[in-house]
């Protein structure tokens, strides 16, 4: 992809076309699948506020599907910005 700037055209690298698409409404940060997440560091605690809170007994796998999108190919960062213990492993700046 190419950005057009007054008389000149820049390749753009992937971190730019990827905050363009953010931008533009294109993508949506919270609904990509993060790879690298381990689900050991979901907070248990935080599915049971949850539970308490929306007065629900469904599973936690249930939560993360309907809440977040998440699914067999992997969690989304919805599902680490709402569950995990330390988000800042795997949410950057």
């Known amino acids: 992809m190419y950005l057009r700037q007054s008389d000149k055209t820049d390749k753009l690298k992937h971190d730019r076309i990827l905050a363009l698409q953010y931008d533009k409404g294109q993508r949506s940060y919270e609904d990509e699948i993060n790879q690298r997440f381990d689900t050991d560091d979901f907070n248990t605690d935080l599915f049971d506020k949850y539970r308490e809170v929306m007065n629900s007994d469904i599973s936690n796998e249930d939560i993360l599907n309907i809440r977040t999108g998440s ?5 989304t ?4 910005l709402m569950f995990a213990k330390h988000l800042e492993i795997y949410i950057h700046n």
């Open 71 to 75: 699914n067999k190919k992997g969690y």
């Open 77 to 80: 960062n919805s599902a680490i």
